[in-house]
């Protein structure tokens, strides 16, 4: 891995064309980047990548394009309205506003992931946390709600707030029935999505890494409830080693260990499908050069899953800030088409040729963060050659900006 500091990365970014802060001109904004000349053409490599590999040489998977601007009702019948949110802190001196978890991390080196409201107070009250800024004492801490609402015409009424989306997953279950109207598709199949989503963080940070505005290349795939057996599933999916952070380790303390996809399998950590699909993603990285050194698969802890979610595994890239989730992969369930059906009143069941009824899929969602993936490339590819004086980022070709 580079030794660069992440700061270091944001000036040759800068320096170089690749990323420049929004409106610098005007002093900027915090969690807003814009990208260069240099950085677009990489960005669009690297979405064009995803979408070549899990898009259209597929015949399975079809493509969406959502609105960014969308109804509240969506949003609340996800659960998002009701808890999309971070734990917020605030100094009772100068009233800077801190992300509690990320906090007590910086602070006692320690992963909080999951973690509540009260335990993260009897930390900060414990370990005698302070204000970074001030040093002065904080307030309890609080939910935030991530989402950015935005008003819809001139009159104000109950149904004029819409919000800009906080994931692109939750338009393409919108969408459902209009595809596979459409499209005339037959399970097992996916919808794959690249776009913006936006989220109001408390505390952006680590430069592309949690920002206010990003991207995501997200994959709803959709299989029958009781379908376990995936035929898609090979020996180079099988065989596929890596670093592994189970959730038994990471309550234990221990470090992270070599396992492959077939002993996952054989532990139950996961389905076929899921399986399938943890693969395909990590060989998608390391096939456009990322380092095997630089990643890991980490499980999450019953604590930190998701509502919608029985399974979920990160792909985690070893920051110089830390290891750090740069992909994520959930065990969805039926969860949001149910939610959606329940919500809208609308039916979003597919008919099973061989139920010879409807049914109601269940879901796999591989979910990429543009930024992130960015941000990772170009750590894996710097290289400060000494010998020439030259700084030489290491790209793979396919995602080079420049092409000869």
Request: glycine content about 6%.
């Amino acid at each position: 891995m580079s030794k660069l500091s992440i700061d270091e990365l944001a000036v040759f970014a800068k320096k170089k064309g690749f990323v420049f802060p929004s409106t610098e001109i005007y002093g900027g904004m915090a969690g807003f980047f814009e990208y260069g000349p240099l950085g677009v053409e990489l960005k669009n490599n690297i979405k064009a990548s995803w979408w070549k590999t899990f898009v259209q040489s597929r015949e399975d998977v079809f493509g969406l394009d959502g609105s960014l601007i969308s109804s509240a009702k969506i949003w609340e019948a996800s659960g998002h309205l009701a808890s999309f949110s971070d734990m917020l802190v605030q100094c009772v001196k100068c009233g800077k506003s801190h992300r509690a978890d990320s906090l007590v991390e910086d602070t006692l080196k320690i992963n909080v992931d999951g973690i509540k409201a009260d335990a993260l107070n009897k930390l900060i009250a414990d370990n005698n946390i302070k204000c970074p800024e001030c040093k002065s004492d904080l307030k309890p801490v609080e939910s935030f709600n991530l989402m950015f609402p935005v008003q819809i015409g001139a009159e104000k009424t109950k149904d004029s707030t819409a919000y800009l989306r906080g994931e692109t997953a939750q338009l393409i279950f919108a969408a459902f029935r209009n595809i596979v109207d459409s499209s005339r598709v037959k399970l097992p199949f996916g919808i794959a999505q690249v776009g913006k989503a936006f989220r109001n963080e408390i505390s952006p940070r680590n430069f592309l890494f949690r920002t206010r505005e990003f991207e995501q290349m997200e994959l709803e795939f959709f299989i029958k409830p009781d379908d376990r057996k995936c035929l898609l599933l090979e020996k180079k999916h099988l065989d596929l080693a890596f670093f592994f952070y189970s959730a038994e380790d990471q309550e234990k303390k221990k470090e992270h260990s070599q396992t492959k996809i077939s002993d996952m399998l054989k532990k139950k950590k996961l389905d076929e499908w899921h399986a399938y699909w943890l693969a395909e993603s990590y060989l998608w990285f390391t096939g456009l050069g990322m380092k095997e050194e630089n990643l890991r698969v980490r499980e999450h802890t019953k604590t930190e899953l998701s509502h919608y979610s029985s399974a979920t595994f990160d792909i985690d890239y070893n920051f110089p800030f830390g290891w750090k989730e740069i992909y994520g992969n959930a065990n969805r369930g039926q969860f949001d088409l149910a939610q959606h059906m329940k919500h809208s009143g609308k039916s979003l069941e597919i008919f099973d040729e061989d139920e010879k009824g409807r049914i109601v899929p269940r879901v796999i969602e591989p979910s990429f963060g543009v930024d992130r993936a960015f941000m990772s490339f170009l750590y894996d590819a710097y290289n400060d050659d000494t010998e020439r004086g030259n700084i030489v980022l290491k790209l793979h070709p396919k995602l080079a900006p420049i092409k000869l």
